[in-house]
């Protein structure tokens, strides 16, 4: 009896530590969401390349509408996990939109978005911007060029509109901190106006990723900030320019993750794992070789089923260059990173950041404490599976000891690596937010349209 007891109590205990072969998967059959974007990439390889089957998961992959949709599916069930931006999952943690305890345990890449600006406003701005012995623009373009098109259009009476994708999204972050960073106000949130456009120079709001282009060409909006292959259709349609990308604004930053809801993860734990297996692979494949297969992968997404643009289109970014006006094509080998510089690990630091820009634009109405962006950024992003999944791709072979921080607490070295060079140190996001130029500072809060200072509650 002791002997039979020993033995089911080992195999309890190991389950976890078992090839995915042998673990028993508490759900086989996924449905899958995503947006037709190239950063919903691992999906696509990980279902074409065999890596979900690999792990005994037979998945369908589910283009969805829109972001609001891919959240409110994965809450209700009908999807089992989804292509989410970095910043959704932390915002239904705080309650910003849709309150929900979503997690993720994997980021899917880094970089990939751009800021393209109408013609018009490029004519504009062009005077302002510094060009080389070739008559090519300098690169990084800050906002500063933008003002002069910004103030022409606010002298004939007209709002200079500029769109992003979601409410929390990375582009809607990037997009507000090139502006801010020369002195061009993105607008204010507060709880009685979600528009996102009090005080603003420049009026931000939401237009799904694939109607962007068409917008921009029928003047409803005069630029955006979008993942591609959107800024890219801008050159390919001769509506627009993309001036800056996110790479510029803020180099290696996080841009979509996995999602899945905290009682699905807690309900299928090896289900999870095998998931995530399949990712990592898939975002090391997407990378290998100093980017061998981009080529492929580009023909794969620009199947209708996926992203369905043109491949020339998806292949100017997703091959290591990027196009910033016709003609003006340049290296940037990093404008898509799968799986490089441990882009798939979800570091809480990551997360720390997205929160203080939440509190910068008001979406979190009152100052915190360091504490509270430490606790909630480690409530979402799950380090703990994301590390076991990689442990069993070692023991299995599949991938290398050094792929992967096993050393790190979380949080990425400070850095000076954004646009403005002012430093990130996502241990200490309060003294942070105090050095942005423009932004709500600890004890702010907006009320009835002004921003007025209240007793700071302990925001340390």
Known sequence: MFRGWLLALVGALSTAQLPAAELELEKEQ???????LTDMAPLAIAYEKGFFEDEGLYVTLEPQANWKVILDRVITGELDGAHMLAGQPLGAAVGFGTKAD???????????????????????????VPMDAQGKPVHPIKAAALKPAVD??????????????FPV?????????????DGLHPGFYSPSDVSGQIKADVFLSVTPPPQMPAALEAGTIHGYCV????????????????????????????????GVTRAWA????????????????????????????????AQILSRSEYVGADYRVIANSMTGTFEY????????????????????????????????QMRRWGQIPQSQSDQWYHATAKKVYLTEPYLRAARMLIEEKKAKQEDFPWD???????????????????????EYLQKLQIGLKRGQVVESGNVVTKQDRGAT
């Open 30 to 36: 996924l449905k899958l969401g995503f947006i037709k």
């Open 102 to 128: 979503i997690v993720t345990a994997f980021s899917m890449d880094l970089n990939g978005n751009a800021i393209t600006v109408s013609n018009e406003a490029w004519n504009l701005m062009k005077p302002h």
């Open 152 to 165: 022409a259009f606010k002298a004939n009476g007209k709002r200079f509109q500029m769109a992003m994708v």
């Open 169 to 181: 999204s990375t582009h809607n972050y990037e997009l507000r901190y090139w502006l801010a960073a």
């Open 227 to 258: 993942g591609e292959p959107w800024n890219q259709q801008a050159i390919f349609k001769g509506v627009g320019v993309p001036v800056i990308t996110d790479l510029e604004i803020w180099k290696n930053n996080p841009e979509k993750v996995f």
């Open 266 to 297: 807690e309900k299928h734990p090896n289900t999870h794992l095998a998931l995530l297996k399949a990712l990592i692979r898939a975002g090391m494949w997407l990378d290998e070789n100093n980017g061998a297969n981009r080529k492929e992968a």
């Open 325 to 356: 006006g016709r003609g003006d094509k340049r290296s940037v080998p990093d404008f898509n990173v799968f799986f490089r510089y441990f882009a798939t690990y979800p570091y809480y630091s990551d997360a720390v950041w997205y929160l203080t």
């Open 408 to 430: 790190s607490d979380g949080f990425r070295a400070p850095t000076k690596d954004f646009i403005d060079g002012v430093e990130y140190d996502g241990r200490k996001p309060n």
